[in-house]
């Protein structure tokens, strides 16, 4: 009953608000002597709480299915079919039947078995006193004994044990582990096998718990497999079927364990430039040496060689690369895309792809924390390819590693690590040299011959162009000259990386810090000492001591560097980068590799992605990928599952696209992405042109409805409103017969945001002034400006854009088709049919449409447009030259002729023409100018290019800039 609370046969009390389905009763003994009989239930979440409440109970008895479903009053399903009560069957076992009692149902059979049901949340089942100590489930054994009645089903395999080792130990044990981290039946079995060691070692004896508990019977390495799948033995050592292994410290035999559990012998060598050794307790050919290639600050460049240059160019180059097809090399891809930040004053690196095995790995600075593997976003760690690809965090830096020992990492700033071993020695190519250990011919182009210029070498290795980008400076390159450096010299700035008793002092012996400290001079010079540029140059310093595993020491303090580290976490500048995390309870002793700086989860905190959070906030791990709490994600690349990471772990359930919408990616995020889009624009007095493309005008200056989701039941679309308030414009006349639109509301995802006419810079977010551009709700609404409009938009596709003065436009993604109301029309496609009234009936009277989906505002006068003559006219003396003014939209040859063919200008022109005319001689240049930039918003926001059609007599930019600057001034005076 209720949540449901449970109250067995023995009157044990307990509550279970699990929303499956579960044995309630049912004879465990089968005996000839007591009929068999089984009676279940189905439980299900509320839709109004998080509360789960009885869906069906189910009655197996005689051979019968009875169903007794919730809320099908007067009716029960017998052998799935629906029949009204009563109902009575004699089988030859015997007879059930089944009347309704007041507002339940009774089922009770000639044995003395009684179910009752009241078609919502109270179940009572009775059995006689002959079935006492022979029947099992929720409701417990009837034994007389309520302390043993949550008996799972197979009943008590460990009870003789019981006595002699107290189980609850080994229970919290278990329950400990799992809330850590992994998944729950490796911790069952694991914790079942403990047990069961002890007991027996106790020399008591425990029955077969394995089938029950579905652990499977032999254990090869850390899975339980059959026994005929079962590996190979080789001197006391036992191997997995697959696994391969030297069986000499020279590394010339190889034994392969097939899976008919034989050994299987290679003679072999390692490879040229590789040893016999043992990593990390594994013997294997590994290379001898590596190399390291470094990019840091502005950026600087240390090749694999040792060669030091520096390049500001800020488009896509290749890194590092394989160049040669030399047989047994696994070919790859570093690439980097430079920033401009400061066009004066140099570049920074700000993506990092590498391409390996068939995966993109995109680091970006936009996206500190995760990364993106083929399109998706992912947290860390992310293992590819069978671990042949691992990505995880090490202090600051995202780190990649191959099975053949490359190694890439970057610090989702500036700072990048290019590893490779000797085995690619002499075959790699790129900005980061070719590898060979000769320094002088580092500089090499693409065709083999050598650059004239770290700008001709930057030419050569560009592989894509972002817009405005460039090969170095566009002038004569950013220097300080000597007499500014020295300023810098000091431990405040650069002096820390050469001082012999600083913190880096068990490091200069081993790194050279001259290249580092030359850097540091120029990038802080460059910059005037400001911005704390030195920190990237010591971070990175830092960085290369601890790769070689050389002592760095404490050097940021609280005005140096300090380092800013999120919530629930500190730092260390030796932290070992493989942190407690939700993924894995591998604690920092037992981290392979040398330490890194960075931020480390507090005491009693777990790394989820890239925050710190308490045990019970960890995410879930499925299928390879993490994903946090509360997340909803579509697996395996398709969107046939749609599933949900909880406190419980993963719930899935069957999914499919809606209309208009196609499995893909977007953002990085795969999802039900829409297929196409709906714009519907309002401009000046205000005119409507709808989703379906009717226009008509509408004067009204009251708050009204433009768009809004509507019939979204049985969907999984997010629910909106746009509301947009018109006014009177006084702006254009003393005595106004033009309205416009004053605010602009949007609500979405539980906020309401306010644009307001003239308000520039600022917006308006559940009552509180708010700075653009900001983000909400983790990035679900971004409000930021674009040009001169202010643009409110959805991680579902909907946007709102409003230029603070005359136009606003609602997009809505295509899979709202036929799910919105408002003056903006049904998106239906029929655009015959788009005033509809909010009660669902038609309308062909405008003004009728308008008021149906008025906002009723408390204290405002307003009215609902005019009718007939008390409407503006336009005197057709004035007509002439108003055409002439506005026909720059419809001008074949003009700047707007390449949207003619994607939007049509008539409706625009016939709009211009109108409120010019109506703006009178005070409004018509301001008029003139919002009219025709309503034609260039709405062909911009489709992507079509309009040439410049400004000029010193139409429009002319100032006379814009002038109009804001004013309104900003009014906010203030």
């Given at each position: 009953?209720g949540?449901?609370?449970?109250?067995?046969?023995?009157?044990y009390?307990?509550?279970?608000m699990g929303n499956?389905?579960?044995?309630?009763?049912?004879?465990?003994?089968?005996?000839?002597?007591h009929?068999?009989?089984?009676?279940?239930?189905k439980?299900?979440?509320s839709?109004k709480s998080?509360?789960?409440?009885?869906?069906?109970?189910t009655?197996?008895?005689?051979d019968?299915v009875?169903?007794?479903?919730?809320?099908?009053?007067?009716?029960?399903r017998?052998?799935?079919e629906?029949?009204?009560?009563p109902?009575?069957l004699?089988r030859?076992q015997?007879?059930l039947?089944l009347?309704q009692?007041?507002?339940?149902v009774?089922l009770?059979?000639?044995?003395g078995?009684t179910?009752?049901?009241?078609?919502?949340?109270?179940?009572?089942?009775t059995v006689?006193?002959?079935?006492?100590?022979?029947?099992?489930?929720m409701?417990?054994n009837f034994?007389?004994?309520?302390d043993n009645?949550?008996i799972?089903?197979g009943g008590?395999?460990?009870?003789?044990?019981?006595a002699?080792?107290?189980p609850?130990?080994?229970?919290?044990?278990?329950?400990?582990?799992?809330c850590?981290?992994?998944?729950?039946?490796?911790?069952?079995?694991d914790m079942?096998q403990?047990?069961?060691?002890?007991?027996?070692?106790?020399?008591?004896?425990v029955h077969?718990?394995?089938r029950?508990?579905?652990?499977?019977?032999?254990?090869s390495g850390d899975?339980?497999?059959r026994?005929e799948?079962?590996?190979?033995?080789?001197?006391?050592?036992?191997?997995?079927p697959?696994?391969?292994?030297?069986?000499?410290?020279?590394?010339?035999?190889?034994?392969?364990c097939?899976?008919?559990?034989?050994?299987?012998?290679?003679?072999t060598?390692?490879p040229l430039?590789?040893g016999?050794?043992?990593?990390?307790?594994?013997?294997d050919?590994?290379p001898v040496?590596?190399g390291?290639?470094?990019?840091?600050?502005?950026?600087?460049y240390?090749?694999?060689?040792?060669?030091?240059?520096?390049?500001q160019?800020?488009?896509?180059?290749?890194?590092?690369?394989?160049?040669?097809?030399?047989a047994?090399?696994e070919?790859?891809?570093?690439?980097v895309?430079n920033?401009g930040r400061?066009k004066?004053?140099?570049s920074?690196?700000?993506?990092l792809e590498?391409k390996?095995?068939?995966?993109?790995?995109?680091?970006?600075e936009?996206r500190?924390?995760v990364?993106?593997?083929?399109?998706e976003l992912n947290?860390?760690?992310?293992?590819?390819n069978?671990?042949?690809v691992?990505i995880?965090?090490?202090g600051f830096?995202?780190v990649?590693?191959?099975d053949?020992?490359l190694?890439?990492?970057?610090d989702?700033n500036?700072?990048?690590?290019v590893?490779v071993?000797?085995?690619?020695?002499?075959?790699?190519?790129?900005?980061?040299?070719?590898?060979?250990?000769?320094?002088t011919?580092?500089?090499?182009?693409?065709?083999g011959l050598?650059a004239?210029?770290?700008e001709?070498?930057?030419?050569?290795?560009?592989?894509?162009e972002i817009?405005?980008?460039?090969?170095?400076c566009?002038g004569?390159?950013?220097?300080c000259?000597?007499?500014?450096?020295?300023q810098?010299?000091?431990?405040?700035?650069c002096g820390?990386?050469?001082d012999?008793?600083g913190?880096f002092r068990?490091?200069i012996a081993?790194?050279?810090?001259?290249?580092?400290?030359?850097g540091c001079?120029?990038?802080?010079?460059?910059?005037?000492?400001?911005?704390s540029?030195?920190c990237?140059t010591l971070?990175a310093?830092?960085a290369?001591?601890q790769?070689?595993g050389l002592t760095?020491y404490?050097?940021?303090?609280a005005t140096?560097c300090?380092?800013?580290?999120?919530?629930?976490?500190?730092?260390e500048?030796?932290d070992?980068?493989?942190?407690?995390?939700?993924?894995?309870?591998t604690?920092?002793?037992?981290c392979?590799g040398?330490?890194?700086?960075?931020?480390?989860?507090?005491?009693g905190?777990?790394l989820?992605?890239?925050?710190c959070?308490?045990v019970?906030?960890?995410?879930?791990?499925?299928?390879?990928?993490?994903y946090?709490?509360?997340?909803?994600?579509?697996?395996?690349?398709?969107?046939?599952?749609?599933?949900?990471c909880?406190?419980?772990?993963?719930s899935?359930?069957k999914f499919s696209?809606?209309?208009s919408?196609?499995?893909?990616v977007?953002?990085?995020?795969?999802?039900?992405?829409?297929?196409g889009?709906?714009?519907?624009?309002?401009?000046?007095?205000?005119?409507y042109?709808?989703?379906?493309?009717?226009?008509?005008n509408f004067?009204g200056t009251?708050t009204?409805?433009?768009?809004?989701?509507c019939?979204l039941?049985?969907?999984?679309l997010?629910p909106?409103?746009v509301?947009?308030?018109?006014?009177?414009?006084y702006?254009?006349?003393?005595d106004?017969?033009?309205s416009?639109a004053?605010?602009?509301?949007?609500?979405?995802?539980?906020n309401?945001i306010?644009?307001?006419?003239?308000?520039?810079?600022?917006v308006?977010?559940?009552?509180?002034m708010?700075?653009?551009?900001?983000?909400?709700?983790?990035?679900?609404?971004?409000v930021k400006?674009?040009?001169?409009?202010?643009?409110i938009s959805?991680?579902?596709?909907l946007?709102v854009?409003?230029?603070?003065?005359?136009?606003?436009?609602?997009?809505v993604?295509?899979n709202?088709?036929d799910?919105?109301?408002?003056?903006c029309g049904?998106?239906?496609?029929?655009?015959d049919?788009?005033?509809?009234?909010?009660?669902?009936k038609?309308?062909?009277?405008v003004?009728?449409f308008?008021?149906s989906?008025?906002?009723?505002?408390p204290?405002?006068v307003?009215?609902?447009g005019?009718?007939?003559?008390?409407?503006p006219?336009c005197p057709?003396?004035?007509?002439?030259e108003?055409?002439?003014?506005?026909?720059?939209l419809?001008?074949?040859?003009g700047p707007?002729?390449?949207?003619?063919?994607v939007?049509?200008?008539?409706?625009?022109?016939?709009?211009?023409?109108?409120?010019?005319?109506?703006?009178?001689?005070?409004?018509?240049?301001?008029?003139?100018?919002?009219s025709?930039?309503?034609y260039v918003?709405?062909c911009?926001?489709?992507?079509?290019?309009?040439?410049?059609w400004?000029?010193q007599?139409?429009?002319r930019?100032y006379?814009l800039l002038?109009f804001?600057?004013?309104?900003?001034?009014?906010?203030?005076n």
């Open positions: 009953m949540d449901p609370h449970y109250r067995t046969f023995d009157n009390y307990y509550s279970f499956c389905s579960y044995i309630l009763a049912k004879n465990c003994i089968g005996d000839q002597t009929p068999l009989f089984e009676v279940s239930v439980n299900e979440k839709a998080l509360l789960t409440a009885v869906g069906q109970i009655i197996k008895v005689f019968q009875i169903e007794m479903v919730r809320n099908e009053i007067s009716m029960v017998v052998n799935y629906v029949w009204s009560l109902v009575t004699k030859p015997g007879q039947n009347v009692s007041g507002l339940s009774i009770w059979t000639d044995f078995l179910v009752q049901y009241d078609w919502e949340e109270y179940v009572k089942i006689p006193s002959s079935f006492m100590g022979k029947v099992c489930g409701c417990g034994d007389g004994q309520k009645d949550l799972k089903q008590l395999k460990f009870k003789n044990c019981h002699v080792i107290e609850h130990v080994f229970f919290d044990m278990c329950k400990f582990d799992y850590r981290g992994g998944e729950m039946k490796d911790y069952i079995c079942l403990v047990y069961t060691d002890a007991c027996q070692r106790a020399g008591v004896e077969d718990w394995r029950i508990a579905r652990c499977r019977y032999f254990r899975k339980c497999i026994k799948e079962c590996g190979c033995q080789y001197n006391g050592r036992y191997v997995q697959g696994e391969a292994f030297w069986a000499d410290d020279q590394c010339t035999q190889k034994l392969i097939n899976v008919g559990g034989q050994l299987d012998k290679e003679e060598n390692c430039g590789q016999c050794t043992v990593v990390s307790g594994i013997r050919c590994y040496h590596y390291t290639c470094l990019v840091s600050g502005d950026p600087h240390l090749t694999f060689d040792g060669e030091a240059f520096d390049f160019g800020t488009c896509v180059y290749e890194l590092a690369g394989v160049c040669s097809k030399k047994g090399l070919p790859f891809d570093v690439i895309q920033d400061n004066q004053k140099g920074s690196t700000k993506l590498v390996v095995y068939g995966n993109t790995i995109v680091i970006s936009d500190p924390g990364v993106m593997v083929n399109g947290n860390l760690p992310v293992n590819l069978s671990n042949k691992q995880y965090r090490s830096f995202a990649i590693e191959t053949f020992r190694k890439v990492s970057y989702w500036s700072a990048v690590t590893t071993p000797n085995t690619y020695q002499g075959d790699m190519c790129g900005l980061c040299g070719n590898f060979n250990g000769n320094v011919d580092d500089m090499l182009l693409k065709n050598v004239k210029t770290v001709e070498l930057g030419q050569s290795w560009r592989v894509a817009p405005g980008c460039v090969n170095g566009t004569p390159c950013p220097n000259d000597l007499t500014q450096k020295i810098y010299e000091t431990n405040a700035y820390l990386l050469n012999p008793s913190p068990d490091c081993g790194i050279n810090p001259s290249t580092f400290y030359q001079l120029y990038d802080v010079c460059l910059h005037q000492g400001k911005g540029m030195q990237k971070a310093y830092t290369a001591c790769a070689k760095v404490p050097w940021r303090t140096l300090n380092a800013q580290c999120p919530s629930n976490s500190h730092y500048v030796c070992k980068g493989c942190g407690t995390t939700c993924q894995s309870t604690t920092a002793g037992t392979k040398p330490c890194q700086e960075g931020c480390a989860c507090n005491r905190f777990l989820s992605g890239d925050q959070v308490p019970e906030q960890c995410g879930c791990q499925y299928k390879g990928r993490y946090k709490a509360g997340k909803t994600f579509y697996p395996d690349g398709l969107c046939a599952e749609e599933c949900v909880s406190g419980t772990g993963v899935c359930k696209c809606g209309p919408e196609k499995c893909d977007k953002s990085g995020v795969r999802s039900c992405q829409a297929i889009q709906g714009v519907c624009s309002i401009s000046g007095d205000p005119h042109n709808t989703f379906d493309n009717q226009t008509y004067m009251c009204y409805v433009a768009a809004e989701g019939h039941d049985g969907t999984h997010t909106f409103s509301v947009v308030e018109n006014e009177k414009w702006d254009m006349s003393d106004p017969k033009v416009v004053k605010l602009v509301a949007v609500t979405v995802y539980g309401t306010i644009m307001r006419r003239n308000q520039i810079g600022l308006m977010v559940n009552g509180v708010m700075n653009v551009p900001l983000n909400l709700n983790d990035e679900q609404i971004v400006q674009v040009g001169s409009n202010y643009v959805t991680d579902f596709g946007k854009t409003y230029d603070l003065v005359y136009h606003v436009t609602v997009t993604p295509g709202y088709r799910k919105t109301c408002g003056l049904n998106f239906n496609g029929n655009k049919d788009e005033f509809q009234l909010p009660d669902g038609m309308t062909k009277d003004t009728t308008g008021a989906w008025k906002v009723g505002v204290g405002v307003c009215e609902d005019c009718v007939g003559d008390s409407c006219k057709a003396s004035e007509m002439k108003i055409d002439s003014d506005c026909s720059i419809t001008d074949p040859k707007f002729a390449v949207c003619h063919a939007i049509d200008p008539a409706s625009y022109f016939r709009d211009c023409v109108y409120d010019v005319c109506v703006a009178g001689a005070k409004g018509h240049t301001q008029m003139l100018c919002h025709i930039n309503a918003i709405d911009q926001d489709i992507g079509t290019k309009v040439l410049n400004r000029s007599s139409l429009c930019k006379a002038l804001a600057c004013r309104s900003l001034l009014s906010l203030y």
